[in-house]
């Protein structure tokens, strides 16, 4: 149920068809971060949820099973690290691309992101001239491995 022809949607992001179709899951702590993330995908076409913090992030991924999730690192309570790892911790989310967002840039940041499950890394600020397609490359790449 959670594969839906991968390979195909892959091929099509760039044509728009299946963007509609496609869930994003944001878990992002601060609003306007959110509201300018949300913005940018929804004009795409993207179906955005969004969730505050890491438990109600967790518990939006397993009950939507989204497409993607853009996961903020530096969050109250439970950090993203954590986030990924509980994630990862179930095979429900085996198949879902997690992508951090963080403004943290220390070196070893990005290996300790997919260290803990993440398979990508964009950094903030967002930029909005090309935060969407970072986002459908990592979607293409996705699709291409798991399809
Ligand atoms: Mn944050």
Known sequence: MVQRKRVYRA??????YFRVNTTILLIEDNEQNRYLATFLLEHRGYR???APDGSSGIECAFALLPDLILLDIQLPLMDGYAVAQALRANAKMDHTPI?????YAMVGDREKCLEAGCNGYIEKPINPETFVTEIEGFLTAWG???G
């Open 11 to 16: 091929a099509s992001y760039a044509s728009g």
């Open 144 to 146: 291409r491995r798991s």
């Open 99 to 103: 992508i951090a967002v963080t403004s």
């Open 48 to 50: 955005v949820v969004s």
